[in-house]
Nanobody
Framework: QVQLVESGGGSVQAGESLQLSCVASGGSIRNYPMGWFRQPPGKQREWIAAISWSGGSTYYEDSVQGRFTISRDNDKNTVYLQINSLKPEDTAVYYC???????????????WGQGTQVTVSS
């Protein structure tokens, strides 16, 4: 069973940047398309970005397109999310998971990591 551990969040001012990391253990994510999700306060978790198993293709939800960049290092079993030009509405707990890439980006693994909190103040 793959375990996922997210890190890199923090409290920042609007306009600043963060890089989030998701490290997998207990198995390889090399052959999985991977994605990032976020759960804003009081709302449901939502998909925001995905990357193919090779890293050659990326996909973004409209609200983060152009500001967020997903990448991966399969040798390190790690997925990254570079977040630029942060806005207060980006405040959320951020999670990673494998995704069903060619359907609806729904998560593959039942178990989620603890997530990493991103708080953006104006």
């Amino acid at each position: 069973q793959v375990q996922l551990v997210e890190s890199g969040g923090g409290s920042v001012q609007a306009g600043e940047s963060l890089q989030l990391s998701c490290v997998a253990s207990g198995g390889s994510i090399r052959n999985y398309p991977m994605g990032w999700f976020r759960q804003p306060p009081g709302k449901q978790r939502e998909w925001i970005a995905a990357i193919s198993w090779s890293g050659g293709s990326t996909y973004y939800e409209d609200s983060v397109q152009g500001r967020f960049t997903i990448s991966r290092d399969n040798d390190k079993n790690t997925v990254y999310l570079q977040i630029n030009s942060l806005k207060p509405e980006d405040t959320a707990v951020y999670y990673c998971n494998a995704v069903h890439l060619y359907t609806d980006y729904s998560p593959v693994f039942d178990d989620w990591g603890q997530g990493t909190q991103v708080t953006v103040s104006s």
